[in-house]
């Protein structure tokens, strides 16, 4: 089996991950919720994470970092944590539904919602986007790399202009977390949303959000939190403002070795080889007989994923063939991006989207190349 689906979840992992969960499930008690030997080892454990987490993205300490279950949960508990009715907020046609869908129930709350375009290429309007937020904003949300095209946002630019203004920023690292620096304190990001399972390489169900300190946010749930068990209010101290219930401190045991063998291997490192294997696709790729592109190509740094069609192929048929015939893993459809898709005018046929790890090699994509010339 060829996987070139990294973009929805990581498939191979380092066996550190595997062996973390693996010994914590057999040793790690609650965080929070005793002093005996189990509970204070999930306790060390989940601090430790955190910590790791906040230095890896240079945020204001662990105490600002929160585990969630995934990114849709993270940007579900900013947007309904930060926003009032007659609030006006900006986002972008680059969103993921996780985005989208949060804010279009705001807006039918009262929020008064403006959406940022792109050009043909699928590259954000940086001058409207400018303008939006000049004409002020409560908040931005902004995704760091598009999940259908690859195509990176400058995050430090936008947090600057958002900052002048007074604008919350709000960034979406689904894609981007663990492959791409990223620097709260000079990207001017006030949440920073994550999910460990993509590049990360963490487990599933596993993911996060990083607080500006000082920015207090709503809790979307809440119940015990292992402290103040006496309050009628869930506490107010980060981070157990917005964490309600039993951690998946197996999976987050799992996210700590991850982080970790990122770290040894060197994110630069891991990087620069999925990039240079879509780079090699996409160029072996472009001869292929009725083929098209979505996204800019023309620059290195961009997410591991090339985007594309077959002529008028619809795009469930070439991915479902690759898989049946030569057991390559796609993704087809819609991505959750149905804005992108309108500006590309694929919402029926929807895109193949081939996307890499650094578990990938060259001669994968060769063997993928060639598949592809015999459809």
Not at 135 to 160: E, M, P, Q, W, Y
């Amino acid at each position: 089996m060829i996987y070139l689906d990294s973009a929805a979840t990581s498939l191979y992992r380092p066996a550190q991950v595997v062996e973390a969960v693996c010994r914590a499930l057999t040793t790690l008690g609650n965080s929070s919720r005793g002093t005996h030997t189990a509970a204070l080892t999930g306790a060390r454990m989940i601090f430790e994470t955190r910590q790791m987490l906040s230095n890896l993205f240079h945020g204001d300490g662990p105490e600002q970092v929160v585990f969630t279950a995934n990114s849709t949960e993270s940007l579900n508990m900013v947007v309904k944590g930060i926003l009032t009715p007659g609030d006006r907020v900006v986002t972008t046609v680059m969103e993921h539904n996780s985005v989208l869908r949060p804010l279009y129930e705001m807006e039918r709350q009262g929020i008064c919602l403006e959406i940022v375009g792109t050009d043909d290429l699928g590259r954000l309007d940086m001058a409207a986007m400018r303008q939006a937020i000049d004409f002020g904003a409560r908040a931005v949300f902004c995704t760091h790399a598009s999940n259908l095209t690859g195509n990176i946002n400058d995050i430090r630019k936008i947090g600057g202009w958002c900052r002048e203004a007074g604008t919350l920023f709000v960034v979406d690292a689904s894609q981007t977390a663990g492959i791409f620096p990223i620097d709260m304190q000079e990207d001017f990001v006030d949440v920073l949303c994550f999910t460990g399972h993509k590049s990360l390489m963490g487990p599933q169900g596993t993911g996060g959000l990083c607080v500006r300190k000082g920015l207090q946010v709503r809790p979307l749930v809440t119940g015990g939190s292992g402290i103040k068990t006496f309050d009628k209010i869930h506490p107010l101290q980060m981070p157990e403002a917005l964490e309600a219930g039993t951690l998946n401190g197996h999976g987050i045991s799992g996210l700590k070795a991850a982080i970790a063998f990122i770290q040894e291997q060197g994110m630069d490192t891991l990087r620069i080889k999925e990039q240079n294997l879509a780079r090699e696709f996409y160029q072996r790729a472009q001869d292929i007989p009725g083929i098209r592109f979505y996204g800019d190509y023309s620059v290195m740094e961009r997410a591991p994923i090339v985007a594309l069609n077959l002529g008028d192929e619809d795009s469930a048929e070439v991915s479902d063939w690759l898989a049946r015939e030569y057991e390559i893993c796609t993704r087809p459809g819609g991505h959750c991006a149905p804005l992108m898709h309108r500006r590309f005018g694929t919402e029926a046929q929807g895109i193949v989207r081939f996307s890499f790890s650094n578990f990938n090699t060259m001669d994968e994509v060769e063997a993928t190349i060639s598949a592809l010339r015999n459809y």
